[in-house]
Each structure stands twice: as structure tokens, then as C-alpha cells.
């Protein structure tokens, strides 16, 4: 019987859909399990920059460091497109990583045994993939110094910064091994050490880290190399980790081993503080407020959160079988149609969910 | 009737056995076409390494910067390994595309109709693939400066610079846009231009270069979604035009919609002197002299040369067109043994196709 204080931050777009779907699975299970959950909603995004002027605002921060965990939904729109940088969307995205501190993401990728066949992959191949991609996410060239446009010599140019120091690297790779440990016990260290000098550091700092894991397998992987086996043979895998744009990179193309993207959720844990959980997939304002988004991805985030911010198993378990079943009976977002079913929209999937929660 | 230098820089590995059925390939071009081809050998990483004490000998260049235009094998291997940065075959291999000018690296990835079935995706969606990637060459993180190791405060760190200059970009990107011209009239520019500066000069310069080209369609796609989209929907693509880091991981990605890496090709276009051809894939110590290699990447490299540098349309056609009868026939490399057909060693595929040019 838990009292847990919860951040909600539906961002832009699909963002809001998939928040509210998730938000009332977490009712269902706070009824089901006799816990107290409390939402508490703060703005991010292109929301945040229309009602507040930025993309982060303080009171948002303020709200999430106050609470026992973070739902967040999704960010960006073409509305905010042309915005001068310090005023998109994928800022505040890219500020709430950083001040929450939020380094390790993780990116489970299952291949559901009812979506086999909504994978644009052979169901041989996808049919039991199950691994996760362990994603710096508050380091790299997401964050280094000096970024931005020069003019030398008259001639334009433009820089960006890939900067890791070794601590960032090694706590990311601890926490790949932790994991591996209570799974299949591999890790592929995903680099590119035969170009970049962060890489060659990477791959060291791997190597110090095994050597307190002697029960788990370290194997290194070239990113080119990576993207390719991702699709070549995605069985081999059982804990991926990279850094934060090889993460970006190959997390998305991953959740083709899924089905959709609209599957894949994530957990991004903070080295401090609480923890911040989200669908993988962006705010896609295509589809926005068309109740046709799939929830999935946000509802998986929802039970990250109860299993890895709250020790709820149990209730974890609950959800991830709920929306097990519901694919099971045939229920089908239309981002999952080529898999057959019934087609169904956000409410009736969320229904569904919740109801078998 | 021509007379063309060609230098051959096999490399290491596979890359001895792979250039070998190159040039038997085009020595029969020579003979139905009657030109005159003279190949000359040079040395370059491993190889190079081990003769010669560095990876891309001043001789080699010279040779190279000699010739009318340069096939390639590739590099690498277990044995250079843990070898400093600079005795790295892999350094042989960016000195050449920097010394040469390389700019500009097309990698075309079709999926031959007899080997639909090689692929890890679904036939509806491979079957008709053909499209190239334009990935730049000798900028970006590649080669950007600082790249090294510091200590700093008593903290170890490490970074790589990623660089782009204005021209730079124009030259790819034109490159890109002559190439749809010839195709179907799409360029695919992928950036990541919500996170990174240099990102975002490259999609400005990308618009600017195509006003000069109002018959061609221009979209921008962000790198993650590009490497989502390559596997869920390849045939929305016509030419893809990316910096150097990203055309790595997207091009090798790609190889998985022809079948296997061993079928993909590649031209390094030269702002000013030879251009250099080399297939995508590595060097594959694990089965090099064995005989097992497919050649087929190799040759399609010497069909570029014959069009791109020596502009013999009908030369490089009669060699495609072996290569496509020789799949037809069912030979298969061991690469390709998913798509049925005969397994043949590597000799016996450059035979079959030699013969029939
Ligand atoms: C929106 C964007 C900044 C973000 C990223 O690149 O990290 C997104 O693609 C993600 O993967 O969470
Ligand atoms: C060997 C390596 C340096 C090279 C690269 O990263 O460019 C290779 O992967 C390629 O694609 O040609």
C-alpha cells in the first residue's frame, strides 16, 4: 500500500493521448493493488514554449524533482519547426535529461509472439527477440562544447563536440552489466573504435568494467557492424550498449524487430534523483488528437516505472500481461495493422488495457 | 579502345582474393571491348603495415595519384589489432580518401530479383530496392580536430570533433542532387538537425543547393528515423545524401536489403585527381583465403569504374548484366545461401561471370 507522487508531462502531439492512456492504467493498477498514486502535470516541449515562453520551464523542474517519478509523453511539432534552437521543443527534452540526470535509458525491445508478423523482418527472425539497448543519455555529442556556427576566414562551418569522460562511461556500462547479470548474461559494446578517439576510450573503460562482472560475456561491436546484425540475426543480442547517438540511432531502428514503434518504451534512471519514464517514439503530429496513436509504448513505460522507480513486480507484471492479452485477443492500433486483428483506436486499446489490468 | 592505368591496392583478408576477381573480370572486359588495361599493385593498411611500417605508403599514393583510377580491396584485421592509432590499417584507409579527395562515396544498394529471398526482410518489401546512399568522405567526426585523449582536473576524457564547412556540404549535396537528375528525381538529405549545429547547416545548405534543382524533390529525415524507415519502407527511397558517420551505419544497414553485404559496391569520387572503387564490406579475416568470399561487391565496384571513370556505359552493363545472369543461374556465394541456389566458392563465381561478359 504505496504512496507515490508522479510527474506527468504530456509534452506536444500524440504526447497527450498516450500520457492519459497511461495515467489511467496506473489508476486501474492503484485500485487493483490498493496504492495511491497521485498525478501531477507540468508543462515541456512546444506546450511549454507557447504557455511559458521556454521549453523547460523551473516549475517543471520543480515539480519533477518532488516526485517519486516522471511520465513523459512526447515532443515537437512542425508549429515549432522554424524556432530559433534554444526555442525547440527537443530542448527541454535535452534539459530535463541533463538536470535530472538522467543517464542510463533503457530500451527494452521485445517481439510480442502476436505482432511476429507486423515486423517488416522474417517471423523466424524476430519471433522471441528480446533485448535491451542501454543508451547513455546525458553525455556525447548531445551535450558537448563547443557546438554552434563559426565563421573563420570567410568560410562558414559548423561544430559539434562528441566528449565522454570516464566516469560517464563507466557508470553506463555498470548498469549494462547489472542488467545482463539478471538476464541472458551478454554484453555487446557497441562503439566505433577503429575511427573515433572517444570510442578507443569507450572500449577501454568496457574492459575495466567486465572485469568485476567475470560471470557476464563482453563482446565489442563496430556501430556499422551493429546496425546490420540489429536485422541480420537480432537473436544474439541480450544487453546492448552504446552511447547516447548510436543509441538514438539504432533503438529506433529496433523497434522494427517489435512491430512499431509505437511499442517501445523506455525508462531513463537518474544517478540522483527520480527517474523519468517514456514511449520511444516521438510526438508524431500526423496523427495527433485523431485518437488513433498507439498507447502501448507509454502504457510499457508506466510498468518500467512501477517495477524499476517503485519495486511494484507484481503490478508491473499486471500491466505488461494486460497488454500481452489485449494483443493476444486481436486488438490492433493501425500503426500495427499489418499483423491482422481488429483495428482499434487509443480509447479502446487504453479500455482494454486497463479493464485487465 | 582505350588504355586505362588501373592500381590495385588489395589490402588485407578477403580484400586479396576480392580485387583478384575484379581485375580477372575486367581483363575479359578488355578483351570482348578491346581496351587496354594495366593494373598496378600497391600496398595499403595491413599489408602495408607489415611491409612497409605504415598504412598507406607515400609509394602507393603515388602510384594511385598515376593512375586513371584505383580499386580497392579492404582493410583490417585481428593481427593490427591492438596496434597504436597510427599503425592501424583503418588509418590507411582514411589517409587515402583524404589525400585523394574522395569526397564524395556512392553506395547503391538494389536487391537483384533472384536474390529476394536473401534478405532478412519481408520479399513485398525488398523486391524492386534500388536506390543509393551518398555518404561524405572526408569531413565530419571522421576527421575533425581535437580528437584525443585529455586529462583534465585529474579526469580522464577523450573526444572526437564533428566539422563541416559550408563547401563542403554543397559539393555532397550537388553530388546528390546530379544523381537524382539521372533516377527518379528524390534526394533524402538525413541530418540530425534537432540536436546537432552542424546538422543544422547541412539541411540550410541542402535547401540552397536545391533551388538549383526545381525538377528534383528535396526531403530531410532525421537520422533515427532513417534507419527506422530503411527497413520498414526502403522503396520510398531514391538517393540518400548523408554525412560521413551517419552514410557508415545507414549504408551497412542498408546491405541487408540486397541480401548481404557482399553484393554492395561503392565509388569514392574525387574532387580532383582518380577516384577510387572498393567494396562496402571489410576485409572478413574469419574466412579469407578460404575461397568462400563472394566477389560479386568487388566487381560491381569495377563496373563503377568503367562508367564513372572511364565513362564505358556499355562495358560496365555487359558486366552487371553477367553478374545478374550468373544469380539467375543460381550460383551462390556462401553469404547468400538463404536464397537457395548452388553454394560456390569464390573462384568459381568470378569464373561464371567473366565468362559470360
Ligand atoms: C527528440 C530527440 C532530441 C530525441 C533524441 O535524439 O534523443 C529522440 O529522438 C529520442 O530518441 O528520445
Ligand atoms: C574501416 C572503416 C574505417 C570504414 C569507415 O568507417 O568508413 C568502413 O566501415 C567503411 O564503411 O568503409
Known sequence: MGNY????????????EVTSGAVEVLKAVGIR????????????????????????PEETLRLCRESDAVLLGAVGGPKWDDNPP????????????KQLDLY??????????????????????????????????TGGIYFGQPSGRVVENGEEKAVDTLLYKKEEIERIVRMAFILARGRKKKVTSVDKANVLSSSRLWR??????????????????????????LIRAPKQFDVIVTENM????????????????????SASLSASGPSLYEPVHGSAPDIAGMNKANPIAAILSAAMMLRLSFGLTAEAEAVEHAVRQALALGLRTADLAPSGG??????????EIKTAV
Chains 1, 2 share one sequence.
Open 5 to 16: 507522487r508522479i510527474a506527468v508531462l504530456p509534452g506536444d502531439g500524440i504526447g497527450k
Open 33 to 56: 493493488f490498493g496504492h495511491e498514486f497521485t498525478f501531477e502535470y507540468g508543462l515541456i516541449g512546444g506546450a511549454a514554449i507557447d504557455e511559458a515562453g521556454t521549453p523547460l
Open 86 to 97: 534554444h526555442l525547440r521543443p527537443e530542448k527541454g527534452l535535452l534539459a530535463i535529461r
Open 104 to 137: 542510463a535509458n533503457l530500451r527494452p525491445v521485445v517481439c510480442y509472439d502476436s505482432l511476429v508478423s507486423a515486423s517488416p523482418l522474417k517471423p523466424d527472425l524476430v519471433q522471441g527477440v528480446d533485448f535491451v539497448i542501454v543508451r547513455e543519455l
Open 204 to 229: 577501454e573503460v568496457a574492459e575495466e568494467v567486465a572485469k568485476q562482472f567475470p560471470d557476464v560475456t563482453l563482446e565489442h561491436m563496430l556501430v556499422d557492424n551493429a546496425a546490420m546484425q
Open 246 to 265: 548510436f543509441g538514438d540511432i539504432l533503438s529506433d531502428e529496433a523497434s522494427m524487430l517489435s512491430g512499431s514503434l509505437g511499442m517501445l518504451p
Open 342 to 351: 481488429r483495428i482499434v483506436s487509443t480509447n479502446e486499446m487504453v479500455e
